[in-house]
């Protein structure tokens, strides 16, 4: 294998897709799968990391027409060489390794059920939250030595989640005569939420319920007037609860997936309640 590589610090959990042209030519006669084409991306490249792998197909170089026309740009980038990789499954390929039991140490792999002929692996515990570098290289499946030219180009993200975030807030006051008063009020913010002005990244990633409370009383107004005491009453609650979209402990897999997995109750309120903030 010959790779090239390179880090960054990108949250991919609000795409939906990652698409790359590939080209590849051979003055040598390689059947379709001798080479393949891979991107590898994690926290590392080889203990936590997601790989997605493309059989190549070759250019045919007698191929003979005009540069810039469309049969000139479809032999040259073959849509069967392109990367159309649904960030969903990397997700998933994460949870049928958990569910079989596979050590994370080991290479799990499954097919991408939109083209059969693509492999996608997951080894150790990356996550599409914190993808810390990306790694696009050549393999070859032969067993003998090959000579070609790879190209790759335009490796890119596209589709948001374009789920809708909302927020509310109320308030409320009641006097109870010259008994006292009590006030309520309360905010909620959905996950998604977010102002004109912020970027899709940056809006809310957790779901936020908080509430107060606050009773003021003149519980000497119970007492008989002329035994001239005065008792005043005060009491307050406040809470705020934030609960994040993913599991805390694993970036890429929505918190409400993860709790819907679990049958034993007692495990569940555990996990819910390490996710949560109080």
Not at 95 to 124: C, H, M, Q, Y
Not at 222 to 244: E, W
Request: with cysteine; aromatic share 10%; net charge neutral.
């Amino acid at each position: 294998s010959r790779a090239i590589y390179k880090l960054s610090g990108m949250d991919l959990r609000v795409f939906d897709k990652m698409k790359m042209f590939v080209h590849a030519e051979s003055q040598e006669k390689i059947n379709t799968g001798g080479l393949s084409v891979f991107l590898r991306m994690g926290s590392d490249f080889q203990n936590n990391y997601y790989e997605y792998e493309v059989p190549v197909e070759l250019s045919n170089p007698d191929f003979t027409s005009i540069p810039g026309t469309p049969e000139y740009a479809a032999e040259v980038w073959r849509k069967a060489n392109d990367l159309n990789i649904l960030l969903e499954l990397f997700k998933q390929v994460k949870i049928e390794r958990n569910k079989v039991g596979t050590s994370l140490s080991d290479v799990f792999e499954i097919i991408d059920p939109n083209f059969p002929a693509n492999k996608i692996r997951v080894v150790g515990n990356p996550n599409l939250g914190l993808v810390k570098g990306f790694m696009i290289g050549v393999k070859n499946n032969d067993k003998v030595p090959h000579c070609a030219e790879i190209w790759v180009n335009e490796l890119r993200v596209n589709g948001f989640n374009e789920k809708a975030g909302y927020a509310g807030l109320a308030r409320a006051e009641v006097k109870l005569a010259d008994l006292g008063r009590v006030n309520v009020a309360g905010n909620f913010t959905s996950i998604g939420w977010g102002s004109l002005e912020q970027r899709l990244a940056e809006r809310k990633r957790e779901q936020v319920v908080q509430y107060d409370g606050a009773v003021d009383l003149e519980l000497s107004k119970f007492l008989p007037p002329n035994t001239g005491l005065k008792v005043p009453f005060l009491a307050q609650v406040s809470n705020t609860t934030r609960t994040p979209e993913y599991d805390p402990y694993d970036l890429d897999i929505p918190l409400k997936e993860k709790l819907a997995a679990l049958t034993d109750k007692n495990v569940k309120d555990s996990v819910r309640n390490s996710a949560q903030d109080y």
